[in-house]
């Protein structure tokens, strides 16, 4: 509908030969975007990428540990070597009460992260973009080859896009299944080390515990942070 519009806008405003040009570059450039989704789909499609992208994740996250309890032993000495000779540890370090409470948070987040996982699946529109960008993703649409207005082809369309993307779709749903399971896992980490802070500050135990709690609640107070 909306490039019919622009068509007969043009065809009124610059005659049949420039409203024939516009019809087509704007299909060249449809038929281009439903070949390159064809094309970037099939590449997506081996078993192996689909595998390697879901593994590659944990492996960071056992990794990225591994030197996390070398830092937090290392730290732990720093401090008591500290508190030995009179001094205030920095609360802002790496602690063990840090690296459990972010698999705490971690384990905590999977039921959401598989209900976010398969709604980006369903929907075909990664966490964090909004629908017209959403939209940008999908090539194979009735409403993007003009055939919305034909009830079956339009639905023969949609359904050989949804089946075209799927390996796309599976990958989007991988990374999200992840990313909330990472970001509440982080979450809990900033809380803990937020608590602690406002302990070494001097606040009373509950009150450091509501400044932990408001991390939870607002987790952008510490965006700039994380």
Known sequence: ???ARKFLD????SGETAANKFAAKAWNTRFGGVLHEIYINGLLSWFTTHFK???STPLFITYNTLGDLAGATIGSVQRGLTTAVGGKPDPRGLYFEDIYARYYGMTQAMTDAWV???K???TEIPTGSGKVEGAGYRQITKENLGVDEMPL???FVDYLGRMIRVPGRLLSAQDDFWG???ARGTLYEESVRRARTSLAQGKTAEEAVDDGIMVLIDPRSVSDEI
């Open 1 to 3: 509908e909306d490039m």
């Open 10 to 13: 043009t065809l009124a405003k």
């Open 53 to 55: 992208n879901f593994l």
């Open 116 to 118: 976010v996982a398969s």
């Open 120 to 122: 980006t699946f369903k």
């Open 153 to 155: 082809i339009g639905e």
């Open 180 to 182: 909330a399971i990472l």
